[in-house]
């Protein structure tokens, strides 16, 4: 039997669940590094397979895996979320596993990192920039750089501290702002780059995330998943997704070919990949890319929905150098998809407490509803950004439907439904 180390688990729980089912499907046992010993169902870990340590303190992690790994060999390690990429690659160094280079990692964890190896070899994949640590780099950057722009962490995710610039009025505060947000106290994930930001162009034009595969036994970079994404203008929150993209299929070959380039350039290797990119016509330009598989159940549910193939149950084979299954590749089912697949996430306009929480058993009235997931209980708080970026979210809905208008209906639909109340 094949062994695989997972480094944590997502922090949803329906979303946490879907590799440990499909690692039971394949008879792959699971060893998990982990901060805390997560509250999931008896039998899909043994309990010797747990090793709890602080996984920020990756010098102590690496060892404790090393030491586990002389008694239970380990044949693969992944992780699902950007904290732990370059713990991956510290691991599968030492114990001689698939996956990318320490530097490929870094490369897919520092966006200022990423910016410089994409634009070195494909300038036109980006838009420019500036590495930012202190006021008075931030406005030179923007003087350099121009305005509307961008600052954001170099190494964060979900959206967290992205603050569009459109004057160069209060430069100051907004700088102070920023340096408060991404303050190590407040949240641990900004210790890997603390004080460090990138200040680039304001990219216009559609958003998309393309998924897939760089495979660990041919090297080829391998697209599973287009698909066209909404987000808030004021702080990019995003809330919609649609899978497959509806783009038009010559330009969604430029694009498999343009993040193709970008995915070598950062040399990265062995490894799931979600690219986030923004794209007008036949022009792409990178937001940023993750050597992981993408999160927001695009990768558990979506894709899989869409195609008819496991992205996930591909991810776990592709870390254990085991081929991937051709027929996840988008050039081969974007045309004649299973199903559309649409995905909403609600969001509160209102701060406070929540007193009520309601219909939830209509929603699922719609037989194109595959699964909704309400997102807050009654007494929980909701807090919305700048102050917190994750609080304001209340529910989650799927849906599938024959073309994107019938989508796009159940989805309002479901959204009709759902009774939160906030006070």
């Known amino acids: 039997m094949k062994r695989i180390l997972f480094i944590n688990l997502r922090s949803h729980f329906v979303e946490r669940m879907e590799p440990l089912y499909v690692a039971k499907k394949l008879g792959v046992e699971v060893v998990l590094l982990t901060d805390k010993k997560p509250q999931i169902d008896d039998g899909y870990i043994l309990e010797e397979n747990y090793i709890v340590t602080d996984t920020y303190n990756m010098e102590e992690s690496v060892q404790k895996v090393v030491e586990f790994a002389k008694n239970r060999p380990i044949d693969g390690v992944l992780t699902w979320s950007d904290r732990d990429v370059e713990l991956v690659s510290l691991i599968a160094e030492r114990l001689n ?6 530097e490929a990692s870094k490369n897919a964890r520092n966006k200022y990192l990423m910016r410089k190896a994409i634009s070195k070899e494909f300038p036109d994949l980006c838009p420019k920039f500036k590495r930012v640590t202190t006021l008075e780099e931030f406005q030179e950057a923007v003087e350099n750089v121009g305005i509307p722009g961008v600052l954001k962490p170099v190494g964060a995710s979900g959206s967290k501290t992205i603050v569009k610039i459109y004057s160069k009025d209060n430069l100051e505060n907004i700088f102070n702002r920023v340096k408060e947000e991404t303050s190590t ?33 041919t090297g080829e970079v391998m697209i599973a998943g287009m698909t ?39 040399g990265i290797t062995s ?47 592709n870390a254990l150098k085991l081929p991937i299954d051709d027929r ?22 209102k701060e406070g407490k929540v007193i009520r929480v309601g219909g939830i058993s209509e929603i ?27 609080s304001l979210y209340t529910g989650r809905v799927i849906v599938t439907g024959l073309n994107v208008k019938e989508v796009e209906n159940s989805l309002e639909k479901a959204k009709a439904k759902f009774k939160l109340k906030v006070k």
């Open 97 to 102: 596993l698939p996956a990318p280079s320490i």
């Open 185 to 217: 106290v407040r949240d641990k994930v900004f210790s890997y780059f603390p004080n460090e930001y990138i200040y680039e162009e304001l990219l216009l034009g559609d958003e998309m995330s393309i998924e897939g595969f760089v495979s660990s036994v």
């Open 328 to 349: 996840i590749l988008f050039e081969f089912w974007e045309r004649n998809p299973k199903c559309i697949v649409g995905q909403e996430d609600f969001m509160s306009e």
């Open 228 to 266: 066209d994404k909404y987000v808030t203008e004021e702080f990019s929150t995003e809330y919609k997704e649609i899978e497959p993209s509806q783009k038009i299929s010559k330009n969604l070959r430029i694009y498999r070919d343009k993040i193709a380039s970008a995915i070598k350039a950062l």
């Open 271 to 317: 490894c799931a990949f979600h690219a986030e990119v923004k794209v007008q016509g036949e022009n792409l330009k990178v937001v940023e890319i993750a050597a992981r598989p993408g999160g927001g159940f695009i990768t558990t549910h979506l894709v899989q929905l869409a195609s008819g193939i496991s992205f996930i149950e591909q991810t776990i084979k």
């Open 364 to 390: 699922f009235e719609d037989p194109n509803v595959e699964l909704f997931i309400p997102l807050k209980e009654v007494g929980d708080e909701i807090t919305l950004p700048p102050k917190n970026y994750s």
